[in-house]
């Protein structure tokens, strides 16, 4: 395993940004861990899979018909061989994602696959909601990035042409969710550098964690 650099943080409060042109700047691979629950949740819809039937998720975690592959862009999903990476960005497939990230058989399921992207020889970086606690709690250096919710809604509606009231609501509730699970909730790792990135541009942000990893590794 390679050296690792954990990117947490609740949705639209940049980590995919940062997290990306952080990997690009050290020239290291770069993995979105959440677009394993998203493409499960697809799958399942798709296959018409109950999100209910623990036993049926954690079977399709191991089936090929989807999978997950990185790319320095994006974290791609496949279905059936065609690339579904757009459509796994829709906010209805990421509430359903938050769902079965509820089951811990199912989170046992994923957390091989997703720890063995830093399989390469490069080092990683990964950004999600768990990753410096659960999935790469050794990881050489810990970031969590925050904004405050008015803010990240506005991002997130302007990336997704919503109305921006319906949006903060949406992220409260997948916040809620995510933070109160009982398996591998969303939280601040220990030791980790956190960022409030409401007043910040991208640069900024990726500027200061910069200087935070080179000191830790």
Known sequence: MGMVITI???AASGKSSVSRELARRLG???VS?????????????QMDI???????LADLTHNPVWSVKMEQDRT???????????QIAHEDVGNFASKVSHYPDVRKALLDAQRNC???PQGLVAEGRDCGTVVFPKAEAKVYLTANSEHRAARRAAELGLDQGDMVKAQQQRDLQDSTRKVAPM????????????ALNLDQVVDEVVKYVKNKI
Do not use: C, H, I, M
Request: net charge negative; no cysteine; charged share 25%.
């Open 8 to 10: 947490d943080g609740p």
């Open 28 to 30: 290291w691979q770069w």
């Open 33 to 45: 861990t959440g677009a394993f629950y998203r493409g499960l949740a697809y799958a399942a819809l």
């Open 50 to 56: 109950d999100l209910d039937d623990v036993k049926g």
């Open 76 to 86: 791609r999903v496949y279905f059936k061989e065609q690339d579904v990476t757009d």
């Open 118 to 120: 830093s399989n390469g």
């Open 187 to 198: 939280a601040v790792p220990e030791d980790a550098l956190v960022v409030d990135t409401t």
